[in-house]
């Protein structure tokens, strides 16, 4: 019943901006944290970005550059991500852990080129 649905992805040149949204049902939402990973072929996921309590935590890269937020009335979470870098470019998934299991969307789709 868990259900996240990223979307928002898509081509941007260097230094441009993109805000990702993943839309979240199946669960009390304002009760969990909620993270964005990301993932590139052939390598492991990464943690972009967690939002919870006590406040938001973010990667090293991407630190002063992407901004996590939800909006718990709309159950959905955000990633604004500025200053595009060719590195950035990834699968961009929406994640929560609810009873010792992790969820994940389906993924969208960030390239960063020109």
């Known amino acids: 019943q868990v259900q996240l649905v990223e979307s928002g992805g898509g081509l941007v040149q260097p230094g441009g901006s993109l805000r990702l949204s993943c839309a979240a049902s199946?669960?009390?939402?304002?009760?969990?944290?909620m993270s964005w990973y990301r993932q590139v072929p052939g390598k492991e996921r990464e943690l972009v970005s967690t939002?919870?309590?006590?406040?938001?935590n973010y990667a090293d890269s991407v630190k002063g550059r992407f901004t996590i937020s939800r909006d718990n009335a709309r159950n959905t979470l955000y990633l604004r991500m500025n200053s595009l870098k060719s590195e950035d470019t990834a699968v961009y998934l929406c994640?929560?852990?609810?009873?010792?299991?992790?969820?994940w969307g389906q993924g969208t789709q960030v390239t960063v080129s020109s």
């Open positions: 199946g669960f009390p939402f304002s009760s969990y944290a």
């Open positions: 994640n929560v852990a609810i009873r010792g299991t992790a969820y």
């Open positions: 939002i919870t309590t006590y406040g938001p």
